[in-house]
């Protein structure tokens, strides 16, 4: 699946082994771009299209970042269970290759939109963040309830791998005199295990169209802090009022939308200071750990960088940094 002809022959020959597609003839191919983590292609059959994702091993990222590709068997075993609890918020799984690591998923509707673009261009819905605070809310009650779910996700996950090692602990190293802060963030999140975490809630992981929202790339789903994944993406929509501080105000209410939906639907306790932390530590990952955002300048970077710096120390985020035009609630609550 490295995007040759012969490896897209091959997996195109292999889904019609796999029943997956009933045939070969007529089928094209296209290999999606911008990924870090894996292999995707979009298989457009006579009676189906279908996603293949082939996870690597090596990250694409220009530091070291290694990790087993059989995260795509706990990928896939998230995304069923996430599924069967709000089908319309998640792709179905059609098919796992455990002997090749590849998981099929269906295949988005046409005109499906890609949340970081919309975002990275003006477009700020606050409905967006809405919706997901729901389905995140619903997500994280219902496992946390299900035994089942919480052993499964406890053991084998990638967590550590994708998340605390290139994200908080490089972080650290960079930022030695925040090192224990960080440290001490770690060793909180990594005692509570709460419920099963999704571990990459980001825009880029959102597909939405006019009345619907897909949430993908499951494969960092572990049971854990549900607090982290509320700092993952309030992080990313952090850096991106940063990158334009013109919508800042916006990127705040869609924000406030989201994390006043989570708490509307979710009775698991969120510590306002620990979400902060996270934060802190996350923005800090996102300019000097082992994946920093692709749209930030120098200049950027370093507010990015007090921003976080501040947050770790504090715990808290002081909205006049960010939303100077935005008063009271939202992420300034503790």
């Known amino acids: 699946m ?168 490089a972080t650290a190293k960079v930022h030695a005199e925040l090192a224990d802060a960080i440290h001490d963030v770690v060793a909180r999140m990594e005692a509570r295990r709460i419920c099963l975490v999704h571990g990459d809630f980001s825009p880029k992981n959102v597909l939405f169209g006019p009345d619907w929202h897909w949430v993908l790339d499951w494969e960092t789903a572990h049971c854990g802090d549900p607090t982290f994944d509320l700092a993952f993406l309030l992080s990313h929509l952090l850096c991106k009022a940063v990158h334009r501080p013109v919508d800042a105000a916006r990127y705040r209410v869609c924000a406030d939308a989201f994390l006043s939906a989570y708490a509307e639907h979710s009775p698991l306790a969120i510590d306002r200071g620990e979400l902060g932390r996270q934060i802190g530590c996350l923005l800090l990952a996102r300019v000097d750990g082992k994946s920093p955002v692709d749209y930030l300048d120098s200049e950027a970077r370093a507010r990015v960088r007090t921003i976080g710096r501040r947050a770790v120390t504090l715990g808290s985020l002081e909205v006049g940094v960010l939303w100077p035009t935005a008063g009271g609630g939202g992420l300034s609550r503790r």
């Open 2 to 169: 490295s995007g040759t002809a012969a490896d897209l022959d091959a997996l195109v020959g292999r889904l019609v082994e796999r029943g997956v597609l009933e045939s070969a003839d007529g089928v094209t191919t296209v290999v999606l771009s911008g990924g870090v983590s894996a292999d995707v292609v979009v298989v457009r059959g006579a009676r189906r299209s279908v996603v293949a994702k082939r996870a690597l091993p090596h990250l694409r990222v220009a530091q070291d970042w290694s990790s087993s590709p059989e995260r795509v068997i706990v990928e896939a075993a998230a995304l069923e269970w996430a599924h069967r609890v709000r089908p319309h918020n998640v792709p179905a799984v059609i098919d796992l290759d455990e002997e090749r690591l590849v998981l099929t998923l269906e295949c988005a509707p046409e005109g499906a939109s890609n949340w970081k673009r919309a975002l990275l261009a003006g477009s700020i819905e606050p409905a967006i963040g809405r919706s997901l605070g729901e389905a995140l809310a619903d997500w994280h009650t219902k496992s946390a309830h299900d035994p089942v779910v919480l052993e499964r996700f406890a053991r084998h996950n990638h967590f550590f791998d994708l998340r605390i090692a290139p994200f908080f602990l």
